[in-house]
């Protein structure tokens, strides 16, 4: 029978984390803020989300220390690199940006809820997740695209470029997830290990 990642996949009380997370999570806030003002209302969400994401285990776990992996954090703000326009490497980047919201939502539920997941039952989280976002987008765009003027892809074969993207980023994105919390889980044990002998 398949175990549940371990509470050591998350690097929760972790000071230098923690700070990290937070300068992050600062800046991603700030990001959101930003491009309200200017009317970027997509990169706004992104930002906002990953940042409203970002600050729950704190706030739940009652400890400014109890933060995600900094780097995830990081994966999510990568779509809010300037110059991303539309491409296929663009809508890579965003797709994986939005992969990583996906798995700070893992990350975050392993943290403060009893809920428990498989590390295959993750990866497979992610991925549809960031396919179901990428099926929302191509509706709104279209709505957008036919009611208010807005800009969409203009053949069958581009949607599924976009499609192709986000299938490639998502499995990217979660099995370099799961490699990442089995190389935590890796150091924590060999740390304790290691405070055993002293």
């Known amino acids: 029978m398949s175990q549940s990642l371990p509470s050591e996949w998350f690097v929760a009380e972790s000071r230098q984390n923690a700070i990290l997370a937070w300068v992050v999570t600062a800046l991603l806030g700030v990001t959101a803020v930003l491009h309200f003002l200017f009317g970027s209302l997509v990169v706004m969400a992104v930002a906002g989300v990953a940042a409203a994401v970002a600050i729950v285990p704190a706030v739940v776990l009652g400890s400014w ?11 999510a703000g990568v779509a809010l690199l300037p110059g991303l326009g539309p491409s296929f490497v663009g809508d890579f980047v965003f797709a994986a940006a939005i992969a990583g919201l996906s798995i700070l939502v893992v990350v975050v539920l392993q943290m403060t809820t009893a809920v428990r997941m498989t590390p295959n039952f993750a990866i497979g989280f992610v991925v549809i997740a960031t396919m179901g976002t ?3 987008w191509a509706l709104g765009s279209a709505a957008s695209a036919r009611w208010l003027g807005t800009s969409f892809v203009e053949t069958n074969d581009q949607l599924m470029i976009v499609f192709t993207a986000a299938l490639l980023a ?4 979660a ?3 799961r490699w990442y919390f089995r190389r ?3 150091a924590n044990a ?3 290990a290691g405070e055993v002998v002293a």
């Open 190 to 192: 060999a740390e304790r």
């Open 134 to 136: 990428a099926s929302l």
């Open 65 to 75: 220390r109890s933060t995600v992996p900094w780097p995830m954090l990081v994966l």
């Open 184 to 186: 935590q889980l890796e």
């Open 175 to 177: 099995l370099a997830f």
């Open 170 to 173: 998502s499995l990217v994105s």
